[in-house]
């Protein structure tokens, strides 16, 4: 999910992200047949938002290299 820097401190765009986020949100991502990611990367994203660490890690001119998860710490 891309959130607009702007948006981000919307607070129906804040309630959004988090359940998204949550375990709530984690069910939903199995019980409509599609593979979870380990909670750690659910974390990992939450604390991006939290901190409202914006533009992309996985894109751009220098993405990232490595799994998700691996990107997400390398980004912290």
Same mark, same amino acid.
């Given at each position: ?36 990611? &380990? ?13 409202? *660490? *914006?533009? *992309? ?5 220098? &993405? ?8 997400? *710490?390398?980004?912290?």
């Amino acid at each position: 999910v891309y959130v607009r820097g702007e948006s981000a401190g919307k607070a129906y765009v804040k309630e959004f992200i988090r359940y998204y986020l949550s375990e709530d949100g984690r069910e939903l991502v199995v019980d409509v047949g599609y593979v979870a990611y &380990p909670g750690e990367v659910y974390d990992l994203a939450l604390a991006r938002f939290e901190n409202l *660490t *914006t533009g *992309t890690i996985f894109g751009g001119d220098n &993405p990232l290299k490595g799994s998700v998860l691996e990107v997400l *710490t390398a980004g912290r």
